[in-house]
T-cell receptor, first 112, second 113 residues
Framework: NAGVTQTPKFRVLKTGQSMTLLCAQDMNHEYMYWYRQDPGMGLRLIHYSVGEGTTAKGEVPDGYNVSRLKKQNFLLGLESAAPSQTSVYFC???????????FGNGTRLTVT | DQQVKQNSPSLSVQEGRISILNCDYTNSMFDYFLWYKKYPAEGPTFLISISSIKDKNEDGRFTVFLNKSAKHLSLHIVPSQPGDSAVYFCAATWGTGAQKLVFGQGTRLTINP
């Protein structure tokens, strides 16, 4: 039982490049979330999903897209990376809306 | 606009003593509050939570207090242990459905032997 797994762990991109961050959970959780954490700031919600095939915007969605084609996976895409997207990205999942979030160990992304 | 604030970036406490971490919020709509603990290179892990209908919740060495009139909550750790050294995040949310957590900036707690 791995919990929430994020790949890759680290990535360096040049401005304008695209990439996809993968989040996988093996707990059969309905809800999944993407957060970003920047120095001196708390985690901020980018997008979330309340079930397979659904997605919704969070607090800071601009520049990102997401997909939840399978219940266990939640993908975060950057179509054209910008230096402002340099951050640590955390994926999380929860059984339902009342259960605590389980976080992955993060992906450190640097955009030069 | 920082809706959840942790004004102490760091706190140092002696082992065995009480650690008190503070958190303030501005949004009156928040009705559920949580504390998460984070070690380096790991994701946050859930520690304890409290609903706005309560003013205290206890779980072993951890107690969370909520003062709605002051829009303030605190986390007490008694007694503090070296393994408690971590960054602690306060978070808040409201309503039903997905937990769209709003996090504070975090407080780095160091427990000294």
């Amino acid at each position: 039982n791995a919990g929430v797994t994020q790949t890759p762990k680290f990535r360096v991109l040049k401005t304008g490049q695209s990439m996809t961050l993968l989040c996988a959970q093996d707990m059969n959780h309905e809800y999944m979330y993407w957060y970003r954490q920047d120095p001196g700031m708390g985690l901020r919600l980018i997008h979330y999903s309340v079930g397979e095939g659904t997605t919704a915007k969070g607090e800071v969605p601009d520049g990102y897209n997401v997909s939840r084609l399978k219940k266990q996976n939640f993908l975060l895409g950057l179509e054209s990376a910008a230096p402002s997207q340099t951050s640590v990205y955390f994926c999380a999942s929860s059984l339902d809306g009342n259960s605590p979030l389980h976080f992955g160990n993060g992906t450190r992304l640097t955009v030069t | 606009d920082q809706q959840v604030k942790q004004n102490s970036p760091s706190l140092s406490v002696q082992e065995g003593r009480i650690s008190i971490l503070n958190c303030d919020y501005t949004n009156s709509m928040f009705d559920y509050f949580l504390w998460y603990k984070k070690y380096p290179a790991e994701g946050p892990t859930f520690l304890i939570s409290i609903s706005s209908i309560k003013d205290k919740n206890e779980d072993g060495r951890f107690t969370v207090f909520l003062n709605k009139s002051a829009k303030h909550l605190s986390l007490h750790i008694v007694p503090s242990q070296p393994g408690d050294s971590a960054v602690y995040f306060c978070a808040a949310t409201w309503g039903t459905g997905a937990q769209k957590l709003v996090f504070g900036q975090g407080t780095r707690l160091t427990i000294n032997p």
